[in-house]
């Protein structure tokens, strides 16, 4: 070899060289680069969703506070001082104090600020020509709800103060406001521990809640608060917000930070391009084989992450709420080999009301998973805003449209369940049809159907689109199935799908053989599907995530108890009562709850009624008497309870009279207990106390004596 030669040689081994040195620099640096923006982007998703949650715990502390100080509004209205504007801004003030809000403000029905805590207001401020944060509470003078405000500046005296209001039912409302110490102290234990479990990626990183002063309140791990907040160092991602007042610190290890790869590997891809021309086949294999094994590390790297994103994204308790009986709910996800955006959630919307849906994402790995967690939060966001169905969907519509450039859409089927009354609001956007399992069989025999209704179109496709919300009536023991097409479209060795047909027969069927809905805190019924859905495809690999959602109602037998003063008026508004409770020949509602009862009973109970409650009025030399109204609890029927605090008088201690006597003959009273005793079922009595308790239970099938 010549000296040219090998100079040359030097030259091109130099070269590979260079370009290796410099293909690892720029890749390194991207990889930083991209890495930071992909972290940023899960900062804001995770964020997003522990603020709903931080702000629900918040608000609800203030909302009983603002209750409590409601209440104790109609008292301090009876004194003296009431409006004696300075005596009032003093006795508010401890009352301030005692409540352990900074502000209390008073507006009457026309919107002025009528009592405060600070003087200088009194009198001074109207909510309906106000500007800024306060206009808004000009809403509740129309509309009888709550309403709530993040921590903002007060435009007034220039601090930052979150607000929350409630309306008065004669009109105005009470707000109360605290300043950022306070709503840290106020709603402490309210959030201490809510991050239990909520590990962002990985068992190293999570979300941290802390006091002003970097105490701990809560910890991914339980038992681990009260300690001192202390940054985790430079192998952790770690990015600090304030969330109505606290300090939440996310942490993300960086050993397991993916990021997307498209720019990085045509970066490469041209680096080692040049590299091969400089150098030999040799070399150009030995990178080739280095940049496929580099890939197949990070797709497994990134569906790791987008596996850990999905399973942290989705409740997994079951029951959910465990003193909750009106309703059983149960969901569960068996994912494919690459990780889709399949995901479900639930949550009460308002008191009464319970959202409930089921969604799949378009894309996969990472950005499907991401724009699951932002679909998800969007919904939750805008639905625990106190929206309507169906605005709720367009609002999350607008919001996933928006800067949506890799085109992803997420099907999804939304349901709003009104606990009081069993009636399902739904939206369907470009969702499978949910199965309704009837609580007893149809008069053609059959307990399932498919809901079928026109679906709107898919979230995050078009900006502007409004979704129609349509209602269903559950009875108790009725349930809704909800799935995803992982479910359906899973084919066999044939390349046959397993269908809607095949699913509706097989939940048939385990019905009819007794397959009960739910098992424990887990659903038979889901697991039997599932079971079914791999037997279909044994052989074939799992196509989709497949997903699975069943809830079911179960009604409600509450009763109403109200006291009534001794006199004529009383009966009157007894007799009220008991139509107001039974729904005045159908079943009505009591206390927002379904009616009890039955409608051909009550002109039997307002016999009953009356002549007990007039015994009472003439006889008893009692100050007060009450009526209580509740369902029987095995049978269809409805029991009264009549208790006073008068002199003891057992009513059915007395000898019935004998009706085969003429009324000339027959002593004077008796009648009347004796046709109540003729009307109900059941009646007895007993001394509990200072009461007369006297119990009339009357059945669907009539009297039984």
């Known amino acids: 070899m010549t000296s040219a030669q090998k100079k040359l040689s030097w030259r091109l081994v130099g070269a590979v060289a260079g370009a290796f040195v410099a293909s690892l620099f720029l890749t390194w640096l991207l990889h930083e680069h991209m890495t930071k923006r ?10 997003n969703d ?5 702000r629900e715990r918040v608000d609800g502390r203030m909302f009983r506070q603002a209750m409590a100080l409601r209440d104790k509004i109609y008292e301090m209205r009876e004194e003296a001082w009431w409006n004696d504007p300075d005596e009032s801004c003093r006795r508010l003030r401890a009352l301030a104090d005692d409540l352990r809000v900074d502000e209390i403000t008073i507006a009457d029905a026309d919107g002025t600020l009528s009592h405060s805590a600070r003087r200088s207001s009194v009198g001074a401020f109207n909510f309906r020509t106000a500007t800024g944060q306060a206009r808004e509470f000009a809403a509740l003078l129309d509309d009888k709800y ?6 903002l500046p007060n435009t007034l005296y220039g ?4 607000y929350v209001g409630v309306w008065m039912p004669d009109g105005g409302f009470v707000q109360v406001g605290a300043q950022e110490p306070t709503v840290r102290h106020l709603a402490r234990t309210a959030v201490t521990g809510l991050t239990h479990g909520w590990h962002v990626t990985g068992d190293d990183g999570g979300i941290y809640i802390t006091t002003g002063n970097g105490t701990i309140i809560s910890h991914p791990e339980a038992g681990h608060e009260g300690g001192q907040w202390q940054d985790p160092g430079k192998d952790f991602y770690c990015e600090k917000r304030m969330i109505e007042g606290f300090p939440v610190y996310i942490v993300i290890p960086r050993h397991t930070a993916v990021v997307e790869r498209r720019v990085l590997v045509a970066t490469s891809a041209f680096l080692n391009g040049m590299a ?8 150009g294999i030995v990178i080739t084989g280095y940049v496929k094994d580099h890939l197949a590390a990070q797709r497994a790297k990134e569906m790791t992450m987008a596996a850990d994103i999905q399973e942290s994204a989705i409740p997994r308790t079951f029951p959910p709420f465990s003193d909750e009986r009106r309703m059983d709910i149960f969901a569960d996800m068996d994912p494919a080999k690459d990780v889709g955006g399949d995901f479900y959630d639930f949550f009460f919307s308002a008191p009464n009301k319970f959202t409930f849906l089921i969604a799949d994402v378009s894309g996969k790995g990472v950005p499907g998973a991401l724009f699951m967690m932002r ?4 919904i939750k966001g805008i639905s625990q805003a106190g929206r309507q169905l169906a605005d709720v969907v367009a609002e999350a519509n607008e919001s996933l449209s928006r800067d949506n450039g890799a085109n992803m859409f997420v099907t999804a089927w939304v349901g709003e369940l009104d606990l009081e009354t069993g009636v399902v609001s739904f939206v369907n956007a470009g969702h499978n049809p949910p199965i309704l399992i009837s609580g007893k069989p149809g008069a053609d025999g059959r307990r399932t159907s498919y809901l079928r209704t026109k679906p709107g179109l898919v979230l995050g496709m078009m900006p502007g689109m409004k979704y129609r919300c349509e209602t269903l009536q559950l009875s108790p023991g009725d349930a809704i199935y909800l799935y995803t097409d992982g479910i359906t479209e899973q084919p066999d060795a044939k390349n046959e799908l397993f269908g809607e047909e095949r699913l509706e027969s097989a939940i048939a069927g385990m019905i009819a053989n007794g397959m009960p809905l739910f098992d424990g805190a887990r659903s038979g019924l889901l697991s039997a599907i599932m079971a079914c859905v791999e037997a279909h495809g044994l052989g074939v690999e799992q196509a989709d995530d497949c997903t699975q959602l069943i809830i079911r109602f179960n009604g409600s037998r509450r009763g109403a108890t109200r006291t009534f003063p001794p006199t004529q008026d009383g009966i009157a508004d007894a007799s009220d009562f008991l139509d107001e409770v039974m729904g005045n020949g159908e079943r009505g509602t009591v206390n927002g709850e379904q009616g009890i009862g039955n409608g051909k009973q009550l002109p039997q109970l307002h016999i009953i009624l009356d002549e007990i409650c007039s015994n009472i009025v003439k006889h008893s030399g009692a100050t007060e008497f009450s009526v209580e109204i509740g369902q029987l609890e095995n049978q269809d029927g409805v029991k009264i309870v009549f208790s006073d605090n008068g002199t003891p008088y057992d009513p059915l201690a007395h000898t019935d009279p004998d009706t085969s006597l003429g009324a000339a003959e027959r002593p004077i009273g008796g009648l009347g207990i004796l046709m109540v005793k003729k009307m109900s079922s059941s009646i007895s ?10 119990t009339v239970e009357l059945a669907s099938g009539g009297a039984g004596k």
């Open 276 to 283: 091969l021309i400089l150098a030999s086949i040799l070399v």
């Open 146 to 151: 709550e309403l709530s405000q993040p921590l």
């Open 159 to 162: 601090e930052m103060v979150k």
């Open 685 to 694: 009595y007993s001394r509990t106390g200072d009461r007369n308790v006297l």
């Open 375 to 378: 679909a998800k939060a969007s």
């Open 38 to 47: 992909d972290m940023h982007r899960l900062f804001d998703n995770v964020f």
């Open 50 to 54: 522990v603020a709903v949650d931080i």
